[in-house]
């Protein structure tokens, strides 16, 4: 009985020796959460930005992709939005500005073989009017320029870091901490792809993708629906750069995460975005001017799924592959398999089907309102 008591002090003399305050912060040190958010940020897409820093997720860099615009403009956002809100301690690095193999004339021989897309991104034919009147820069001989008319958050006063690319960030990070970097990405994948070609440890490193994109079973909403059903159910950022797609979502990262379908399932709409406004500061009017009600709030629920992944209320564990055969008609698009009738060389994904919908509409309304600065950061 005293030997057994004596090993019981002894073992709670070690445990106390475990749990001293060096121990503690090393403790907390590891299960400290980091993310990269790669984005092709616009006037009003800083939400997701709000959402992990408002869930305590320290973020390591904002990354700009092109998708919607030309990567720089989105950078350009990226800096004016981060500004605006006392955040600029943030660093924003500037992804690739060109897919991999895709280019504009390229994009638009495939489209006269398959098909008009209903929202075509930077590829979009260059429109000087409507750049002089205020839209992001798309196509052109000059993916650089910046449209200043675009800023209604006002231009920015500070630059991205200098000479170090998205890709060069990622992969310092992973290595940095590794286990516990998820990369987040809500345009074209060139970065990431980038990244898992130049280091063959970066995405075995990282904690996880995430990814808003990987639409599936929705060409009947393109067939019968509206122009804008056809639009919201269209995977741009997966198009955009197909071969970036496939070499990102069959890497090894710890898991895969695709926001696809889900992403339109809660719609922006006047009421929600009136209560957002019932607090005032930069962000909410912003939101509540420029956000609206067209679309669903895509990139805040793949972030909302990364902050908390218990806001997925349904999931599957699926292979996925991406077209990458320029003769089809689904080139940039996904394909999903059973563990049994899966081809060789993909891997298995976390397809999220359906997420708590008051739950995000609540961590929206809650970042945007109360919006973290490097004030309270610090």
Not at 56 to 72: P, R, V
Not at 113 to 120: D, E, F, V
Not at 331 to 354: A, D, Q
Request: hydrophobic share 40%; aromatic share 10%; proline share 5%.
């Amino acid at each position: 009985m005293y030997l057994l008591a004596t090993i019981n002090v002894v073992l709670s003399l070690a445990g106390s020796a475990l749990a001293s305050p060096l121990h503690q912060k090393k403790t907390i040190n590891a299960e400290k959460r980091y993310a990269i958010i790669d984005n092709d940020w616009l006037s009003a897409g800083f939400i997701p930005y709000l959402q992990a820093l408002d869930a305590g997720i320290e973020i390591l860099a904002i990354t700009s992709s092109t998708a919607n615009s030309w990567q720089k403009q989105c950078a350009y956002h990226a800096l004016a939005s981060l500004e605006i809100g006392n955040l600029s301690c943030i660093p924003v690095y500037e992804g690739a500005t060109y897919p991999l193999i895709n280019t504009y004339e390229r994009f638009q021989a495939w489209e006269a073989i398959h098909g008009k897309l209903p929202w075509q991104g930077a590829f979009t034919p260059y429109n000087a009017t409507a750049e002089a009147m205020g839209r992001d820069p798309t196509a052109g001989s000059d993916p650089n320029r910046i449209v200043k008319g675009a800023f209604p958050e006002g231009l920015p006063n500070i630059t991205a870091v200098a000479g170090v690319s998205a890709a060069q960030i990622m992969i310092e990070s992973v290595h940095k901490y590794p286990g516990q970097v998820s990369i987040y990405t809500a345009g074209a994948l060139t970065s990431v792809a980038l990244a898992v070609r130049t280091d063959e440890k970066f995405a075995s490193l990282a904690k996880e993708l995430v990814v808003m994109g990987g639409y599936v079973d929705v060409n009947m909403f393109q067939a019968t629906g509206s122009v804008r059903q056809a639009d919201i159910n269209s995977d741009i950022n997966l198009m955009f750069d197909p071969e970036a797609s496939k070499i990102a979502l069959t890497a090894d990262f710890p898991n895969i995460v695709i926001a696809g379908n889900v992403a339109n399932q809660v719609q922006s709409t006047q009421e929600f975005l009136d209560e957002i406004y019932e607090v005032k500061n930069p962000y909410t009017e912003l939101v509540h001017k420029y956000y609206g009600t067209k679309f669903p709030f895509w990139d805040e629920t793949a972030m909302a799924i990364l902050i908390d992944p218990s806001i997925a209320t349904n999931t599957s564990t699926v292979y996925l592959d991406v077209d990458i055969s320029y003769g089809s008609p689904s080139y940039g698009n996904i394909h999903l398999y059973s563990e049994y009738l899966k081809p060789p060389n993909v891997r298995n994904v976390t397809y999220v089907n359906h997420i708590d919908a008051d739950k995000l509409k609540a961590m929206i309304k809650r970042s945007v309102q109360y919006p973290k600065s490097c004030a309270t950061l610090s």
